[in-house]
C-alpha cells in the first residue's frame, strides 16, 4: 500500500493518509464511494475528523486582469472520533452524495476541461491538515448528456468549457461557481451569432438550462449578449424530440434580436422561458483545445479541452485562502 501525503501539519512522525475514490466517473447529484486509508505515524493519536472537500479550478475576473482560484464546492465529514494507534492501519469507507449542480468534466469519455478534485482533511489534537487531493471525474446526468447530443445533431460544435465564480440571477443556483460550455454555431447561423454559451443547472425536479448567445456586432450597433432560461425534465424522451426542443430554444435567443432592439435580456413571454442577465463574471476560456474524433452529435465536432496531467498543479498554491470557502 502506497501512501501518497505525509501530513505535515501534524508534525513529523505523524499519520498518513492515502484516499481512493471509485473508478468510474461520477453524476450530479448522486453518490461518491471511496475509501480514506490511514497509516499511524510514530506515536497514537485520537483522529477527531475526517472531511472530504470538494474543490474546484474557477475562473475569476478582477479589474485588471482574470486569474484562476480554488474554491470548495461542498464539504462531507467522513469519520473521526477513534483512536490511531503508532504505525496500524484503518480503512474509512464512505458514500456521499454530490451536489446537483457539480460541474461536468467529461462527455463520453472526452475531457471537457472544468479541473475537480476531492482533498481529504484530517483533524487531530486541533490540527488540521489538507492530506490527499485526488482528480474528481464526473459524468453528466441523461439530460444533459441528451441536450448536448440536441446541439450536435443541429450541428453546433463544442468549443470549450470552463468554470466562472458568481451567480447567475433568478436561477435557483446554489454553488458559488458555474459551469459554461462554449459551442460554436453552424454555418447557417455564424451570421447571427459568435458562440452559444450553455449552463446547465441541475436540481432533483428537473433541469435548468441557461442560455447566452454572443451576437455579432452590426454594421451600426454594437453587438450584445443574450441570455434566457429554460427548464426540461429529467425523464427520458426520444432524442427526436429532446432535438425539437432544443431547437426551439435556439430559434428564441437567436431570433430574440429581431424584435428587440434594445438591450436584453427581457422576459419573451409565458411558459417556462424566462430572460435574466448574469450577475457573475463574463465568459471566457480557460484552456485550449485540442482536436478530438469523428463521433456522432456533439462529440463529432468537438475540441476537447488540454487537461492538467496531475490535479495537484492545477490547485497548487491555493492551500490558503480558497475563496473564503473554508473555515
Request: aromatic share 4%; net charge negative.
Amino acid at each position: 500500500m502506497v501512501f501518497k501525503k505525509l501530513l505535515g501539519a501534524l508534525g513529523v512522525g505523524g499519520p498518513s493518509v492515502d484516499t481512493v475514490l471509485q473508478p468510474d466517473p461520477a453524476l450530479p447529484g448522486g453518490p461518491l464511494s471511496g475509501e480514506v486509508r490511514l497509516r499511524g505515524g510514530g506515536t497514537d493519536v485520537t483522529v477527531e475528523q475526517i472531511s472530504l472537500l470538494l474543490v474546484a479550478r474557477v475562473e475569476v475576473e478582477g479589474h485588471d486582469e482574470e486569474h484562476d482560484s480554488t474554491v470548495v464546492l461542498e464539504r462531507f465529514t467522513v469519520g473521526g472520533g477513534f483512536r490511531l494507534p503508532q504505525d496500524a492501519e484503518h480503512t474509512v469507507p464512505f458514500t456521499v452524495t454530490l451536489p446537483w449542480e457539480t460541474p461536468v468534466t467529461q462527455l463520453h469519455g472526452q475531457p471537457l476541461g472544468p479541473v475537480l478534485g476531492i482533498r481529504t482533511e484530517l483533524e487531530v489534537a486541533g490540527a488540521r491538515d489538507k492530506g490527499d487531493l485526488d482528480a474528481l471525474a464526473v459524468g453528466p446526468l441523461p439530460a444533459q448528456e441528451a441536450v448536448l447530443e440536441a446541439f450536435g445533431q443541429l450541428g453546433y460544435g463544442f468549443k470549450s468549457a470552463d468554470l466562472e465564480l458568481g451567480h447567475i440571477r433568478g436561477t435557483g443556483q446554489r454553488l458559488p461557481c458555474y459551469q459554461e460550455i462554449e459551442i460554436v454555431p453552424p454555418a447557417g447561423q455564424a451570421h447571427a451569432v459568435n458562440e452559444i454559451e450553455v449552463t446547465f443547472l441541475a436540481a432533483p425536479d428537473g433541469l435548468e438550462v441557461v442560455i447566452e448567445a454572443d451576437k455579432r456586432a452590426g454594421l451600426f450597433s454594437d453587438g450584445q449578449d443574450t441570455v434566457h432560461r429554460f427548464t426540461t425534465s429529467h425523464h427520458a424522451v426520444e432524442q427526436a424530440d429532446r432535438n425539437a426542443e432544443v431547437d426551439a430554444w435556439l430559434q428564441q435567443v437567436i431570433g430574440a434580436h429581431a424584435a428587440h432592439a434594445a438591450p436584453y435580456p427581457y422576459a419573451q413571454g409565458g411558459g417556462h422561458h424566462e430572460a435574466h442577465h448574469r450577475s457573475g463574471p463574463g465568459t471566457g476560456a480557460v484552456v485550449a483545445g485540442v482536436a478530438a474524433g469523428a463521433a456522432v452529435g456533439v462529440v463529432g465536432g468537438m475540441v476537447a479541452a488540454e487537461v492538467i496531467d496531475e490535479i495537484g498543479d492545477a490547485f497548487e498554491g491555493d492551500d490558503e485562502g480558497e475563496g473564503g470557502e473554508e473555515e
